[in-house]
């Protein structure tokens, strides 16, 4: 009986000298897939997705539009030929002139539309850039907690394995026993649901970028634990709410549409300037030719243009409403994503204190423990479930950290590092 226990140790020993090698994390995802980074994530968007090449192309046809405003109308060419008793020829050439400015508020108009589809690119570009962005923690993260729950599952099975050897040499009970099947099983299932929330997460990101929906990645420095321990003391509230509100892509893009708004009006109000028409009339009859200039100019009498004029002033009241909307509306997303990054900062602060540590070499001593026979199984997977439970909660708070960083970003319209 004192052999057999010993050689019941022995095995034991050798395998949970195995399973502390294979609980460990790493710290970077290895795999044969394809690896990707956040920056070559964010690129390829740029450059592949659709709907921005759809932006771009806009911008090309607001470009032809102000190149295409001519310095001039065509002028008329107006002829008349009849023969009967007496020859007469005709002939009318006229040129019209728009007064008021006319065409100098066209061409500010154009222009304006070509700055609003630049904005508008722009615009695209951010929401872009931050749709990849959090997409692509979320792939590093159900990367990385697959990682840890596939890990699990070897270390289960292996702890499966030896509870059946240990029952089948009466060391243990059948409910121990059945605790390890149940407790693999589990395992299994969690990691059955994590490569399901995987799978999500890349369609979710191959769709952003553009390129191929079955295309696997492995991501790069996804959830780096290096963060910053507090932000530049200079970076209050104050300073990103105002830096917002000066580089927001779609606040520019709403005063260009106040200001497209104010050159519409003064082009409704010189179109109230008749235009003037000049022409060179000449006639060849059978007895003489005559020569001679014609001057026309309509008389404003019943129409003023004011339909026109009074709808473009509603309209500004329109812009302005729009515009101190949306000055709120980015103040509010400045606000929450900076108390988000904070609150994010101190949760990961939280973890610091040597917990995730404390937790791995508890989980060890109770591994040394159930070794000797001065713990049961129920102990090591009461102390794993701890561990897994902490280990996941910290990455998704790194997750929630990069994540409200990208929101942060987004919310002020440029990189964080600009202003630190």
């Known amino acids: 009986m004192y052999t057999k226990r010993k050689f019941n140790n022995i095995f034991v020993t050798v395998w949970i000298c195995l399973l502390t090698n294979v609980v460990q994390?790493?710290?970077?995802?290895?795999s044969e897939k394809d690896t990707i980074s956040l920056e070559i994530a964010v690129r390829t968007a740029l450059r592949e997705n659709p709907e921005l090449n759809a932006f771009r192309e806009k911008v090309k046809v607001a470009r032809a539009s102000v190149d295409g405003i001519a310095l001039l109308d065509n002028p008329e060419l107006e002829t008349e030929f009849a023969k009967g008793t007496n020859f007469e020829q005709g002939f009318?050439?006229?040129?019209?002139?728009?007064?008021?400015?006319?065409?100098?508020?066209?061409?500010?108009?154009?222009?304006?539309?070509?700055?609003?589809?630049?904005?508008?690119?722009?615009?695209?570009?951010?929401?872009?850039?931050?749709?990849v962005t959090l997409a692509f923690?979320?792939?590093?993260?159900?990367?990385?907690?697959?990682?840890?729950?596939?890990?699990?599952?070897?270390y289960n099975e292996q702890m499966h394995d030896i509870a059946q050897f240990q029952f089948e040499t009466g060391d243990i009970s059948i409910t121990q026993?059945?605790?390890?099947?149940?407790?693999?099983?589990?395992?299994?299932?969690?990691?059955?649901?994590?490569?399901?929330?995987?799978?999500?997460?890349?369609?979710?990101?191959?769709g952003l970028m553009g390129i191929s929906l079955e295309m696997e990645h492995s991501v790069i420095s996804g959830l780096p634990?290096?963060?910053?321990?507090?932000?530049?003391?200079?970076?209050?509230?104050?300073?990103?709410?105002?830096?917002?509100l000066a580089h927001r892509t779609d606040l520019k893009s709403l005063r260009l549409d106040a200001q497209l708004t104010e050159n519409?009006?003064?082009?409704?109000?010189?179109?109230?300037?008749?235009?003037?028409?000049?022409?060179?009339?000449?006639?060849?009859?059978?007895?003489?030719?005559?020569?001679?200039?014609?001057?026309?100019?309509?008389?404003?009498?019943?129409?003023?243009?004011?339909a026109e004029i009074d709808a473009v002033k509603a309209q500004q009241q329109v812009d302005a409403v729009r515009i101190d909307g949306t000055e709120q509306k980015i103040i509010r997303e400045v606000m929450s994503a900076f108390l988000s990054l904070n609150m994010a900062r101190k949760t990961i602060a939280s973890y610091k204190d040597n917990s995730l540590e404390l937790l791995n070499e508890n989980l060890d001593l109770t591994r040394a423990a159930y070794e000797l026979g001065e713990a049961v199984l129920l102990e090591v997977i009461l102390m794993q479930n701890e561990f897994i439970k902490t280990r996941f909660a910290y990455l998704e708070a790194l997750a929630t950290y990069y994540k409200a960083l990208a929101r942060l970003e987004a919310a002020i319209g440029t990189s964080i590092e600009l202003l630190q």
């Open 25 to 30: 994390i790493p710290s970077a995802v290895s």
């Open 92 to 131: 009318e050439l006229t040129q019209t002139f728009q007064l008021g400015g006319q065409r100098r508020h066209r061409r500010k108009i154009a222009q304006n539309h070509l700055e609003k589809a630049n904005t508008e690119l722009a615009e695209a570009i951010r929401l872009r850039t931050k749709s």
């Open 137 to 154: 923690y979320e792939l590093a993260l159900a990367q990385e907690k697959l990682k840890l729950a596939e890990k699990i599952v070897q």
């Open 177 to 206: 026993a059945n605790l390890a099947n149940i407790q693999l099983q589990s395992a299994q299932r969690e990691a059955a649901t994590l490569e399901s929330e995987l799978r999500l997460a890349q369609l979710e990101l191959n």
């Open 225 to 244: 634990e290096e963060i910053p321990t507090d932000l530049n003391p200079k970076l209050t509230s104050d300073v990103l709410k105002t830096h917002a």
């Open 264 to 306: 519409q009006l003064l082009l409704a109000k010189a179109a109230n300037i008749p235009d003037l028409s000049v022409g060179a009339i000449g006639q060849r009859g059978t007895d003489e030719n005559m020569f001679g200039v014609q001057i026309s100019i309509p008389l404003p009498l019943f129409d003023r243009n004011r």
